[in-house]
């Protein structure tokens, strides 16, 4: 079974940059698609974006001034920095394997990050 | 369009039947997946490709698409299925959007 775990700071200051790691076990980062996704409290899900090992990379036309993802396939780990934060920034950060015809399979547990102003 | 629209809430009685629909201009030309979230807990798929069930989850749900509405269907409803529901769309044609809907609020009564 697939298990992903998000790791990062859960406090972090506005105007700063957020750096967040999923770490993959149960399978390989070499196929499907990695993706993060994020919920504000008390909101929807929002879709940050998504990779492919083969480096393509896709983000949401909202985020992607200001969003980068990265693989690494040799820790079988997805990162995620977001720049240029904002309190509307805080939200849980989770991140998922997707399978190729864009459904999420399995989810991490979701990280709350909090941005102080 | 990367809007997706959901109904806030739903009320339904025990045993009864839920109807979520999801509206986008000509979501059937496109799959449609959906997710139950409860409180605290990461979202769980409960519907991929508009009406195919992932092992594991009761045959009470099931799903179609078809025009500018997709709807998930709860049958025989159950205190247990009280939960946020979300649908998602791909738009693989162009800029690899997901696009998920706003979300409706299952109330078992």
């Known amino acids: 079974q697939v298990q992903l775990q998000e790791s990062g700071p859960g406090l972090v200051k506005s105007s700063e940059t957020l750096s967040l790691t999923c770490t993959v076990s149960?399978?390989?980062?070499?196929?499907?698609?990695w993706t993060w996704i994020r919920q504000p409290p008390g909101k929807g899900l929002e879709w940050i974006g998504h990779?492919?090992?083969?480096?393509?990379?896709y983000y949401s036309p909202s985020l992607k001034s200001r969003v980068t993802m990265s693989l690494d396939t040799s820790k079988n780990q997805i990162s995620l920095e977001v720049k240029s934060l904002t309190v509307a920034d805080t939200a849980v950060y989770f991140c998922a394997r997707a399978a190729y015809s864009g459904y999420v399979e399995f989810w991490g547990r979701g990280t709350l990050v909090i941005v102080s102003s | 369009s990367y809007v997706v629209t959901q109904p806030s809430s739903v009320s339904v009685a025990p045993g009864q039947t839920a109807n979520i629909t999801c509206e986008r201009n000509?979501?059937?030309?496109?799959?449609v997946h959906w997710y139950q979230q409860k409180p605290g807990q990461a979202p769980v798929l409960v519907v991929y490709d508009d009406s195919d069930r992932p092992s594991g989850i009761p045959e009470r749900f099931s799903a179609s698409n078809s025009g500018n509405t997709a709807t998930l269907t709860i049958s025989r409803v159950e205190a247990g299925d009280e939960a946020d529901y979300y649908c998602?769309?791909?738009?693989?044609?162009?800029?690899?959007?997901?696009?998920f809907g706003s979300g409706t609020k299952v109330t078992v009564l």
């Open positions: 149960g399978g390989s980062t070499t196929s499907y698609q």
């Open positions: 000509n979501i059937g030309r496109k799959s």
């Open positions: 998602q769309v791909w738009d693989s044609s162009s800029d690899h959007v997901y696009v």
């Open positions: 990779m492919y090992y083969s480096g393509s990379t």
